[in-house]
């Protein structure tokens, strides 16, 4: 059974810093993507970054705009883990921050944490 579980969610004031870590298993073979995603109360999930599988030979990450320059993803293979360091939190960073995971082939995530809660306030 694939299971991601996320960790590292937390308060933390605005300026600070956090990492979230997603640990797989279940899976395979190293061959998915992995996202991270975030919803807000009152509003749509969106993307906030993913990493191109492990499988891949070009290791590639995406950030979306509202988070370029302050959020870096990692991914650690022999852990199966996956990473977001969040710099530089701003309180519209609050939401809950899931993982997520696609098998290479497929067209979209199949696979979900259960979320961890990020608020940031002073």
């Known amino acids: 059974e694939v299971q991601l579980v996320e960790s590292g969610g937390g308060l933390v004031q605005p300026g600070g810093s956090l990492r979230l870590s997603c640990a797989a298993s279940?899976?395979?073979?190293?061959?998915?993507?992995v996202g991270w995603f975030r919803q807000a109360p009152g509003k749509e999930r969106e993307g906030v970054s993913c990493i191109t599988s492990a499988a891949s030979s070009v290791r590639t990450t995406f950030y979306a705009d509202s988070v370029k320059g302050r959020f870096t993803m990692s991914r650690d293979i022999a852990k199966n883990t996956v990473y977001l360091q969040m710099n530089s939190l701003k309180p519209e960073d609050t939401a809950v921050y899931y993982c997520?995971?696609?098998?290479?082939?497929?067209?979209?995530?199949?696979?979900w944490g259960q979320g961890t809660q990020v608020t940031v306030s002073s």
């Open positions: 279940g899976f395979t073979d190293d061959d998915y993507a």
């Open positions: 997520a995971a696609q098998v290479t082939g497929t067209t979209r995530y199949d696979y």
